[in-house]
């Protein structure tokens, strides 16, 4: 994506979003007595920026966490993809517990532990799978570090 040499103090850009998903963000705006979308998207931006401070202030250090994500369980791809990903981190992948949610959705929880830059990888990782429809990382430290 091409960036301006020097950011203009505000900047408009165009966003395609499925109607569900705008919808859902929507009833998110009303909820927190937003005005705008602009405002809530500002915020999520500046959220999102903040956590990934914590996480690369993390880096190196060995921490433990958790990787959740929900997906599609009729794309059968999707299912060995996932397995893929996991076999390729079998230091970090401690253990993952499997919830059928519907007929559609199951739930995945992998307890994982090793440096966080691997758990960010394989997090990445999974999160990039099409059919994924959430992922989310957690990592707190192991407290080696406190005693
Ligand atoms: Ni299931």
Request: overall charge neutral; aromatic content about 6%; glycine content about 6%.
């Amino acid at each position: 994506m091409p960036r301006p040499k020097k950011s203009p103090a505000l900047v408009r850009f165009g966003v395609s979003i499925p109607g569900e998903l705008i919808r859902a963000f929507d009833r998110y705006l009303d909820e927190r007595e937003y005005r705008n979308r602009s405002e809530a998207i500002r915020d999520l931006i500046r959220e999102r920026l903040v956590e990934q401070e914590w996480e690369l202030e993390a880096e190196g250090r060995e921490v433990i966490g958790t990787i959740t994500y929900v997906y599609d369980h009729h794309r059968r791809e999707l299912v060995d993809a996932i397995l893929e990903i996991q076999h390729h981190f079998p230091e970090e992948v401690v253990a993952s517990q499997h919830v059928h949610l519907d007929h559609h959705n199951c739930l995945e929880v992998a307890i994982v532990k090793g440096g966080a830059a691997a758990l960010r990888r394989l997090a990445d990782k999974l999160r990039a799978l099409k059919g994924i429809k959430h992922c989310q990382l957690t990592m707190t430290t192991t407290g080696a570090s406190l005693t």
